[in-house]
C-alpha cells in the first residue's frame, strides 16, 4: 500500500503548491487527508483547500472502490479579520479497480486519468465554461 506524502501542484499561474499531508487512511472508508498550506500562512486554516481519498471493497469483493475528493474554497476576509467562505469548488472522482484485472491494465487507467485526460485542454476549457463540448 502507498504511505502518506505530501502532494506537489501548480496553480493556473503556474505557482509551485503542496499539499500537506495531514492524516493517513485509519481504514476502509476512513480518508487520508491533504490540505494546501505552502505559501498559504496568511490565510485561515479553515478555508485552506483540501484533498481527500477513501478506499474501500464493494459489495461482491472482486473491486476496490476509491473516492477523491478536492475542495477549493473561495472567501473574502472582512475588515475585522474575519474571513467568510462564498463558495467552494468540488472536485469528485470515483475509480472502481477490479482485482482481476492485470496491473498493466490499471497501469493504463492511471496513466489516461493522470498525465493525459486531466491535461486535455477541451476538459479543462468546458470545466471553467461550465458546459460540456458542444
Do not use: C
Not at 474571513?83 to 493504463?108: F, G, H, Q
Amino acid at each position: 500500500m502507498p504511505q502518506m506524502a505530501d502532494i506537489s501542484v501548480t496553480n493556473d499561474a503556474g505557482t509551485a503548491q503542496t499539499f500537506t499531508g495531514l492524516v493517513p487512511a485509519g481504514a476502509d472508508r476512513s480518508p487520508a487527508r491533504w490540505r494546501m498550506d505552502t505559501g498559504l500562512s496568511a490565510v485561515p486554516v479553515a478555508v485552506r483547500p483540501i484533498l481527500e481519498l477513501s478506499s474501500r471493497w464493494n459489495n461482491r469483493r472482486d473491486a476496490r472502490h476509491l473516492e477523491e475528493k478536492l475542495i477549493l474554497p473561495y472567501y473574502v476576509t472582512d475588515g475585522n479579520g474575519v474571513s467568510t467562505i462564498l463558495a467552494n469548488a468540488l472536485y469528485t472522482a470515483t475509480w472502481v479497480v477490479p482485482t482481476n484485472m492485470p496491473d498493466t491494465k490499471i497501469a493504463d487507467l492511471v496513466k489516461y486519468v493522470y498525465d493525459t485526460h486531466l491535461k486535455t485542454a477541451v476538459l479543462g476549457m468546458s470545466v471553467k465554461a461550465g458546459y460540456a463540448p458542444t
